[in-house]
């Protein structure tokens, strides 16, 4: 079975751009969750997908949004971006929500200058 | 506030045994799951508990007491390539809150 992908796996951004994310999860799996990992605050959630529908949400601004298809696959939408959300961003795809086996992809590193 | 608290680092030896250590506060808790992360990797599952008791997976453990809103992660007969960060991560009504992360350090 083929991993979680992500696209792109770097991305170098402007202030106040936006940008999108792509994350296809394992096939079969309903459940895509968001992450952003910097060096200083670790893995935070910023939101879980599952059958098309926003089940929970992390402590960020509005201007992160996401949304997943049909085909299970996620997008990540940072608009107005700001030098701190330079950080991995990583996606991880498991069978059910609130999945305790969490599989996560390479992630995308973005860069905001 | 949901929270976890886990060392920023530990260092070890070689061939020995290591905890590391996990206390959360979290509302509705369901589980506690652990992952390994080496660097410039994605972290990985090693394991979760969602009753009190320990859990063994091979050279892994993982122990959880809800009572105490405490978990940990035992590593037994310790390789070089151990060294990663280990996150503990809490499952809960709301959404999984992730620890900072333990960096593990193994001397040879």
């Known amino acids: 079975k083929a991993g979680v992908t992500q696209t792109p796996r770097y991305l170098i951004k402007t202030r106040g751009q936006q940008v999108t994310l792509s994350c296809s999860p394992i096939?079969?799996?309903?459940?895509v969750s968001w992450y952003q990992q910097t060096p200083g605050q670790g893995l935070q959630f910023l939101f879980e997908y599952f059958s098309e529908t926003q089940r929970n949400k992390g402590n960020f601004p509005g201007r992160f949004s996401g949304r997943q298809f049909s085909n299970s696959r996620s997008e990540m939408n940072v608009s107005t971006l700001e030098l701190g959300d330079s950080a991995l961003y990583l996606c991880?795809?498991?069978?059910?929500?609130?999945?305790?086996?969490?599989?996560f992809g390479p992630g995308t590193r973005l860069t905001v200058t | 506030g949901q929270s976890l608290e886990q060392p920023s680092e530990v260092t070890a030896v070689e061939g020995a045994i290591v905890q590391i250590n996990c206390t959360y506060q979290?509302?509705?808790?369901?589980?506690l799951s652990w992952y390994q992360q080496h660097d410039g990797g994605a972290p990985t599952f090693l394991s979760y508990?969602?009753?009190?008791g320990l859990e063994e997976t091979g050279r892994f453990s993982s122990f959880l007491s809800r009572s105490d809103s405490y978990g940990y992660l035992l590593l037994q007969e310790l390789q070089m390539k151990d060294s990663a960060s280990y996150f503990c991560?809490?499952?809960?009504?709301?959404?999984?809150?992730f620890g900072k992360g333990t960096r593990l350090h193994i001397l040879p």
């Open positions: 991880a795809s498991s069978l059910e929500d609130r999945g305790v086996e969490q599989y």
């Open positions: 979290t509302s509705g808790f369901y589980g």
């Open positions: 991560a809490a499952t809960g009504d709301d959404k999984i809150i």
């Open positions: 508990n969602a009753l009190d």
């Open positions: 096939s079969g799996h309903r459940s």
